[in-house]
């Protein structure tokens, strides 16, 4: 069989369309070109029952029982601000307190540092050697004025999935709203915001072979029911809390993909875990006991991380010399840089104790639905000739 290249190796950054998805999509965007909030005829209804359908969909995925709690966005980074923002503006009365994680996305963390730029007071906590957050670092960080917890479900660089259950559990017995970035983790492994005490959940549909330009946030209607400030204003759509029109075509991809993902879901994960394995072991025998060589270090727990994630550091090596050595295969730094040529060490890699050598040799390894082992077999081949050629 002859290998389609470059392999695609890339996707916590994101996924290939799944040929259903586009098939889902494709009536929205030719013959049903409906807007969902135009209720005086039949291209209006039609939109809108798609839209419904999605929200439903969705819901089902993250076991909501009430499709309404799910707001239509235009992704996680929507999502992510409109949760810190409009909880921290709904009710000043009640505090100005945030909980977060070093390692969490940007998205979070800038969102942090805006609101401490107005008036708010943030708390990040530190992880483990293992990128782990510990509960009881948590339950300590509790104060007073503490008004929100955010605490990502799975990293998007190393993949360590967060113990999100324990955490929920504690911010319910405080009577604190429990925010999760789920981009990473929707569709690759079980989420429940009832059994893992969530109030407001961030998705998108890019990571799991939907279309980009899709996103939603679960915003629990009651025990508690969370109240938010909107970010935008304008026509009302998505109960007040996000107005514009509804991108139809992308909210009906999201709702397939994610319909897909709840079906799959088990199957996948196991799959994408030996492909992980075969990498992971193939790149070790590949680059142990040869002259002295450090062989690969592995980032982020070995066990508790998304079945296709696989972040490793290859020292000696930069990453930024790396990749361009292996350019039949779509690869990602682990280093947080804007271009190879202004690599920074990645902040995930130091929170975890890993040195600037570490981080900035990391490499993220994304697997995926459509990846095969003559890929893995492939990536392999080039990666260990191309670190032992430039150590």
């Known amino acids: 069989m002859t290998l389609k290249l470059p392999i695609y190796l890339d996707h916590h950054a994101t996924t290939p369309l799944d040929p259903r998805v586009l098939e889902a999509m494709m009536p929205y965007l030719t013959t049903d070109f409906g807007?969902?909030?135009?209720?005086?005829?039949?291209?209006?209804?039609?939109?809108?029952?798609?839209?419904?359908?999605?929200?439903?969909?969705?819901?089902?995925?993250?076991?909501?029982?009430?499709?309404?709690?799910?707001?239509?966005?235009?992704?996680?980074?929507?999502?992510?601000?409109?949760?810190?923002?409009?909880?921290?503006?709904?009710?000043?009365?009640?505090?100005?307190?945030?909980?977060?994680?070093?390692?969490?996305?940007?998205?979070?963390?800038?969102?942090?540092?805006?609101?401490?730029?107005?008036?708010?007071r943030v708390t990040y906590l530190s992880v483990d050697a293992d990128g782990l957050v510990n509960p009881d670092d948590v339950r300590k960080a509790i104060a007073k004025d503490t008004i929100l917890i955010s605490i990502m479900a799975a990293n998007n660089e190393i993949g360590v999935i967060q113990p999100i259950g324990e955490i929920g559990r504690i911010a319910k017995e405080a009577g604190i709203l429990f925010h999760v970035d789920a981009a990473q983790a929707c569709g690759k492994i079980p989420m429940d915001v009832e059994a893992m005490g969530i109030d407001l959940l961030a998705m998108s549909a890019h990571k799991v072979y939907g279309p980009k330009g899709a996103g939603a946030l679960y915003v629990r209607e009651r025990n508690p029911k969370v109240r938010l400030e909107p970010l935008f204003h304008g026509g009302g759509q998505e109960r007040g809390l996000r107005p514009g029109t509804l991108a139809v075509p992308?909210?009906?991809?999201?709702?397939?993909?994610?319909?897909?993902?709840?079906?799959?879901?088990?199957?996948?994960?196991?799959?994408?875990?030996?492909?992980?394995?075969?990498?992971?072991?193939?790149?070790?025998?590949?680059?142990?006991?040869?002259?002295?060589?450090?062989?690969?270090?592995?980032?982020?727990?070995?066990?508790?991380?998304?079945?296709?994630?696989?972040?490793?550091?290859?020292?000696?090596?930069?990453?930024?010399?790396?990749?361009?050595?292996?350019?039949?295969?779509?690869?990602?730094?682990?280093?947080?840089?804007?271009?190879?040529?202004?690599?920074?060490?990645?902040?995930?890699?130091?929170?975890?104790?890993?040195?600037?050598?570490?981080?900035?040799?990391?490499?993220?390894?994304?697997?995926?639905?459509?990846?095969t082992e003559e890929e893995i077999d492939f990536t392999i081949q080039k990666v260990a000739v191309a670190v032992q050629s430039l150590r």
């Open 35 to 120: 807007n969902a909030s135009s209720a005086t005829h039949a291209y209006g209804w039609k939109a809108e029952a798609a839209v419904e359908l999605a929200r439903k969909q969705v819901a089902a995925l993250i076991g909501s029982k009430d499709p309404k709690e799910v707001i239509w966005t235009s992704g996680t980074t929507e999502s992510d601000n409109l949760a810190l923002i409009g909880v921290a503006r709904a009710d000043t009365s009640k505090g100005h307190h945030i909980i977060t994680c070093v390692t969490e996305h940007r998205s979070v963390l800038d969102t942090a540092r805006y609101l401490e730029g107005h008036g708010g």
């Open 250 to 371: 992308n909210i009906v991809g999201m709702g397939k993909a994610f319909e897909i993902a709840g079906g799959e879901m088990e199957d996948e994960a196991e799959r994408l875990f030996k492909l992980r394995q075969r990498l992971h072991e193939g790149l070790m025998k590949a680059l142990s006991g040869r002259g002295g060589v450090t062989p690969p270090l592995l980032n982020g727990h070995a066990t508790k991380r998304l079945p296709g994630n696989l972040s490793l550091s290859f020292l000696g090596v930069r990453s930024d010399a790396l990749i361009p050595q292996i350019r039949d295969v779509a690869l990602s730094s682990g280093s947080a840089c804007a271009s190879l040529e202004t690599a920074e060490p990645s902040y995930v890699i130091r929170a975890l104790g890993g040195d600037s050598e570490r981080a900035l040799s990391s490499i993220r390894f994304g697997i995926g639905r459509f990846n």
